[in-house]
């Protein structure tokens, strides 16, 4: 048993929400700055279908290309394929870029409206570390949508990678472009609808749903790191979510 909570007509799924993912100079979220970033906002605007996951709704994109301040490594222009110089050449400078980015974000978490960032941990401390860099106040992360850890708690035992193009392929989402900010923003909320179409315990609020993620990621990261520490007695996995 997931929980004991009931699914119901307030489900995230049903109402207005939004993706949001970054591209960056680095893996590592303490240091990385971001080179671009896009917020994709599902404004649904029909009952659901039989046969469909969600309401059929109106797509609005937001995006930005972002001059990080600093060369982009060769290994990430080859995952995102944003050099140092088209960002330079065409990019917002950080210092403008950042609050927009942190703006517009805040104001989806100040309406309740549901944020669907997959592996969210990366992209929201990302964000801070910018936000802090640039004096920029950053919001309360509330409600977040994680499709991963939502997935890994799910489908506890399925075998194979987890990474967004995986879950796309394995939910049947269409994931055109991937590594580019706006296409993977939209390919979670798709993999999200697919989850809460599949698995009705997770038709509940958004509020709810993200206390629960919480305590999955904490098990999830506890379990990983208990399998670590057989070959590596000091491994520390990080349980922290969203942040």
């Given at each position: 048993m997931l929980f004991d909570l009931p699914a119901n007509g307030d489900s995230w799924h049903l109402g207005r929400r939004v993706g949001f993912d970054l591209e960056t100079t680095s893996r590592d979220p303490r240091v990385a700055r971001i080179v671009s970033a896009a917020v994709v906002i599902f404004e649904p605007h029909d009952e659901v279908s039989p046969g469909l996951t969600?309401?059929?709704?109106s797509v609005r994109v937001q995006e930005w290309?972002?001059?990080?301040?600093?060369?982009?490594?060769?290994?990430?222009?080859?995952?995102?394929?944003?050099?140092?110089?088209?960002?330079?050449?065409?990019g917002q400078l950080a210092a403008e870029a950042i609050p927009q980015i942190v703006y517009a974000l805040s104001q989806e978490f100040a309406s309740g409206t549901p944020v669907v960032i997959f592996n969210a941990p990366y992209d929201l401390t990302v964000l801070a570390q910018e936000a802090q860099r640039h004096g920029v106040g950053f919001p309360t992360a509330l409600p977040v949508i994680d499709p991963l850890v939502i997935d890994k708690q799910v489908d506890q035992f399925r075998r194979g990678k987890r990474t967004l193009g995986h879950l796309s392929t394995h939910y049947q989402v269409e994931l055109d472009d991937a590594h580019s900010a706006a296409p993977d923003a939209w390919a979670a909320v798709e993999v999200g609808n697919a989850l809460a179409a599949q698995y009705p315990q997770i038709q509940i609020p958004a509020?709810?749903?993200?206390?629960?993620?919480?305590?999955?990621?904490?098990?999830?990261?506890?379990?990983l790191q208990e399998y670590f520490r057989k070959t590596r007695p000091d491994a520390v996995v990080d349980p922290s979510w969203p942040m």
């Open positions: 969600a309401p059929a709704s290309l972002v001059n990080p301040g600093v060369e982009i490594p060769a290994e990430t222009t080859a995952i995102h394929g944003i050099t140092t110089e088209r960002a330079q050449a065409e509020a709810d749903l993200h206390q629960l993620q919480i305590g999955w990621k904490a098990e999830q990261a506890a379990s």
